[in-house]
Structures are given as C-alpha cells and as structure tokens.
C-alpha cells in the first residue's frame, strides 16, 4: 500500500489578512474631497505577496466607488500620491524615507514593526496572542488630514492621541 | 496442486474398499476436481457437508478448502467481487474447519499454506477496497486478514501491516476532504482523517508519518478557510476567522514539532515548521526554520 504524503498549502496566509485588514481600514477611513475623484491608490513597499493579494481584488472591487489601482515601490524616490501606502521593514529606518516621501500626500500610512506607531505610522500592525491586530496613531491621521471612524479607534489594541 | 493430488490419492486409498465401492460424495467431489470440474465438484462437496456420514471428517473440509479457493481464483479477475468473495469465504471456513477437528493432524500444514495465500489476497483487497474509497468493506478485508494471520502464524506483529493499512486509509479520507466528491460529507472526511491517524499513534507515537500528516491536515483546513475568505468580509468576521484559523495552526504545531524531533532533518518538515509559525504570526521563529531549511540545501 502506498500512502504517499499529504501536499502543503503554501499560500502566504498574513498576506491575505493584511489585504483584508487594509481594505477594512479604506471602509472606516475619510480623505479629502480631492482624494474622492479618480483612482483609489494603495502603494506598497517590500511585500510582493502582499501587493499580489491586492492587484487580485482590484480586478473585482472598488472602493467608495473608486477603481483601486495597486503600486509598488522599489525605492523612496518612486512614491508617488497614495490613498493608503503598506511599506513593510524591520527598523525605523528602513520605512522612515518611504514614510517621509508619503507625508507630502494626505496618505493613510500603515506599517508592521516595534515602536512604528511612535511618529512613522497612522496604523501599525501588531500580533496579540498570535492574532494579527493593529494599533493607531490619531495625531498622524489628522496630521494628514485624514478622518478617522470611532470603529477603527475601537477595535485598536492601542490608540495614541 | 501437484501436493494435493498426491495427499488425495493418499486419503482416497485410506477410505474403505466398500465405502470407495459406493462412490461416496467426497470422492466424487475428488474426482470431477482432479478433472477440473469444479462447479461438479462444489456440487458434490456440498451434499458431502451435509452429509452426517461425511460432515465430521478432516479431509471432507479440506477437499471444500481447495474446491473454493480454485472457484475463487477463477472469478477473482471478473467484476462480481461479491461471488468472488463469497468462494474465498467458503475456502477459509473449510480450511478453519478442517484445523479443528484434527489441530494435530498431518493436513494442518498444508491448510495453514492456503490460508496464508488467502489472507494475502484479503490485504490486497482492501487495499483495492481503499482504492476505491470503499472503507467498510476495505475494513472488513482487514480485520479478516488479522483473523487469519492471528491463527496460521500467531507470533506475527501486526502492528506494522494495521499502520500500513490506516496509514493508506487516512491518505484516502484525507483525498476526499481536500477534493470533496459526491456521496463523502467533507466533515465526516474530515473527522476520519484525524480519528485513523490517532489510531496509527496509539499504536505508534513516532510515526513520522502520521505526525506530519496530521499536522498538515490541520494546517490545510486553516489556510483553506484563509483562502475562501470573502474581501469584503467585516471586522468582527476577520477576527472571528483569525481565532478559528489560529486555532487550526496551534492544532498543527505540536504533531509537526514531533515529526521534527524524530527527523530535524527532513525538508518537508521544517517547510511545514516554518509554515505554522508564519501563519502564528511567530516570523522569527519561522525564518529559524526556514535557516534551517537553506543550510540543509547548501549541505547536499
């Protein structure tokens, strides 16, 4: 008899999590009225599977109405006007330049690190008991400009004003 | 065959002049085998059974042992299995039969010999059985083959064939969890997975094999739930999913850790390793493994 062995799914599980998170983060999110025409742009820095997940939902949804158009970003130097930018790095200052070039747009600036929310990020993923979650930065949300729903502050491990 | 012949012509010439003088059933049943005739011979071998003159004696049973295990051998290529099954059943009960009225007697051997054969052609059913998905008559095939294995060689460790045999099974069910098919509810597929690899632990806790199968049988069931999670699914749904899903990794993470401690060495192994943590959200832990992982790839 031949049993064989079972075939492991390989697909990148945070990716599709993220993805979710951050068109959940769009729902609860308001930009300025100039940022309602046009095209919804997500940017996305250091994470293929990540940018992958989203190029897929952008065939299918939109979002408050807007076609999503999904950029990556090699470099700070190509970032260019965003609704909402992912740049993923280990250290402050790996994401810092990319977060820098962001802040010239009203840019919804999300990111996954220790110490990340402390003036880099309006949104920074955190894992709580193995479950992703996310903590919030309300002064960079309305530093950009950006209205944020008390539901989004709700279900934030942690909120910094 | 040849070793029949001579021990029928032995007990043909033991069986009085005046009986054999008569023709009795057992020996006409004798003949029209040797003549390979053996609907003739099944015919006459019946009325030999119920024959109170012929029912207690030894080599009555064994001629219906060899009668049915030649019917059996030439209807087991056709599709009727269940007429098939039926002579081999017949074979084994006459073969059984005849050990108990003389269990010191000189056909005892000869008899153990086609039971052996017999039991062997039972696991390659129920392996064919499992091929098909048929997993009650494939357990019942199995569970004959014990029986059988238990009385012609008793000292024989089965525990290797019946993790082979679940082994098998759990691939099966698993096939039809993962591919789901008409007729199989993925549940029960499901819960069956995990029931026969825990039979195949209890027999034995280091098969790497059910280790890591059942890890990834776990693993799968979270990232197909992650899979064919809608886009536009709310908060409270992801986190409720997250939990659910995370549950499913936790449940992976100590089977595939076992199979790691058995083998550190098995790509296979530190893939899924690096796998659970990744979706556990535990990446240091995972790059560890995936280290692991490349510095056994530089190593060969």
Not at chain 1, 6 to 26: P, V
Not at chain 2, 175 to 184: T, V
Not at chain 2, 256 to 263: E, F, Q, T, V
Request: glycine content about 4%.
């Amino acid at each position: 008899m031949s049993y064989g062995q079972t075939s492991m799914n390989t697909m990148n599980t945070r990716a599709k999590f993220k993805s979710m998170y951050i068109l959940n983060f769009t729902k609860y999110t308001e930009w300025p009225a100039a940022y309602k025409q046009g095209d919804f742009v997500i940017g996305v820095v250091n994470d293929d599977d990540l940018a992958k997940n989203l190029e897929a939902i952008s065939k299918t949804k939109k979002i408050n109405s807007q076609n999503l158009i999904v950029k990556r970003f090699a470099s700070a130097d190509q970032v260019t006007k965003c609704h909402l930018i992912y740049i993923a790095g280990k250290s402050a200052g790996e994401v810092e330049p990319y977060a820098e070039k962001s802040r010239q747009f009203n840019c919804l600036i999300v990111t996954e690190g220790n110490g990340m929310i402390n003036g880099i990020a309006a949104i920074n993923f955190v894992v709580v008991g193995a479950q992703l979650k996310y903590e919030m930065n309300k002064a960079l949300f309305k530093s950009q400009d950006l209205i944020v729903s008390n539901t989004l502050e709700n279900l934030a491990t942690k909120v910094i004003n | 065959m040849k070793r029949l012949v001579i021990i029928a012509v032995v007990l043909f010439m033991m069986i009085p002049g005046g009986l054999r003088a008569q023709l009795d059933p057992v020996s006409l049943a004798l003949r029209a085998y040797q003549n390979k005739d053996l609907p003739k011979a099944r015919e006459l071998i019946e009325i030999a059974v119920g024959d109170d003159n012929f029912n207690g004696i030894t080599k009555t049973w064994y001629f219906r042992g060899y009668i049915y295990k030649d019917l059996f051998k030439e209807s087991k290529d056709v599709k009727i299995k269940k007429e098939s099954f039926g002579y081999r059943e017949d074979a084994i009960e006459s073969y059984m039969k005849a050990v108990a009225l003389e269990p010191q007697g000189e056909l005892v051997e000869d008899c153990f010999n086609s039971l052996k054969y017999l039991s062997s052609t039972l696991y390659n059913d129920a392996a064919f059985a499992l091929d098909s998905n048929n997993f009650t008559t494939a357990q019942e095939l199995f569970d004959r083959y014990k029986e059988i294995i238990a009385m012609t060689n008793p000292d024989m460790d089965m525990t290797p064939r019946t993790i082979e045999f679940n082994l098998y099974k759990a691939s099966k069910y698993s096939q039809l969890f993962d591919n789901p098919r008409e007729g199989y509810d993925k549940e029960e597929m499901g819960q069956q997975v995990i029931a026969v690899y825990k039979k195949v632990l209890n027999l034995d806790s280091n098969n790497i094999s059910a280790n890591y199968n059942m890890a990834i049988h776990f693993y799968n069931q979270g990232v197909n739930i992650i899979e064919n999670m809608d886009y536009e699914q709310d908060f409270e749904t992801l986190f409720m999913i997250q939990a659910q899903v995370m549950d499913l990794f936790g449940a992976a993470l100590p089977y595939m850790k076992k199979a790691y401690k058995l083998n550190p060495y098995r790509k296979e192994t530190l893939v899924g390793l690096s796998g659970i943590y990744y979706g556990l959200n535990d990446i240091e832990t995972s790059e560890r493994y995936q280290q692991e992982l490349k510095k056994l790839d530089s190593n060969q």
